[in-house]
């Protein structure tokens, strides 16, 4: 199980889904692994104005979870630093990267109750099918990269968590916020 105790057990849970940033391009090069991929300079940058986005706005995640792929790491990492969440402590989920949306699952499943703010770094297409899976929402096919979207499910465990089961509180990308 994962387990960053901060908070009191509370029914009421809030995920953030979130898309890795923009990453440099694999090319066809058999040497380069996707895996591998790091951010470029504009993932970097998209990283940090969502991560200052979602400081201003008070958010405090108890846990990260983020996917072994470097570029999902490096994001996850970006957005612990905007938000002042030790990077140490966020866990890696090796099954996340090229899992499909039931890692995805697997992973809000065995969060500790102890969590109740809990984001998860991803990839396309899984995170955007795992957002419509736990939703009645569409979220347009693909997120954006380093874009966020928060769910919240009441009175529920997250080893309860499955299909229809959230509430669609937003979607925010560096493409669609402003600061003032």
């Known amino acids: 199980m994962y387990i960053r105790a901060k908070t009191i057990e509370n029914m009421n849970k809030t995920l953030y889904l979130i898309r890795h940033a923009t990453a440099e391009d694999g090319g066809n090069t058999p040497m380069f692994r996707d895996f591998d991929r790091e951010l470029t300079s504009t993932g970097i940058i998209e990283s940090a104005r969502m991560g200052k986005f979602l400081e201003a706005k008070g958010i405090k995640f108890d846990l990260i979870v983020s996917s072994a792929a470097e570029r999902a790491k490096a994001t996850a990492k970006i957005f612990a630093e905007q938000l002042h969440y030790d990077a ?15 890692s995805y699952l697997a992973a809000v499943n065995q969060l500790d109750e102890s969590v109740s703010f809990v984001a998860v ?7 955007t099918f795992f957002a419509e899976y736990l939703t009645r929402a569409d979220i347009g096919g693909s997120m954006d990269k380093a ?22 509180l937003g979607y925010h990308s560096p493409q669609n916020i402003t600061h003032s």
């Open 121 to 127: 770094f991803g990839h396309n297409p899984d995170i």
């Open 147 to 168: 874009s966020v979207v928060i769910l919240e499910f009441d009175d529920i465990k997250w080893a309860e968590v499955s299909s229809k089961m959230a509430k669609f």
């Open 88 to 102: 140490d402590a966020i866990v890696i989920d090796d099954a996340i990267y090229g899992g499909g949306p039931r």
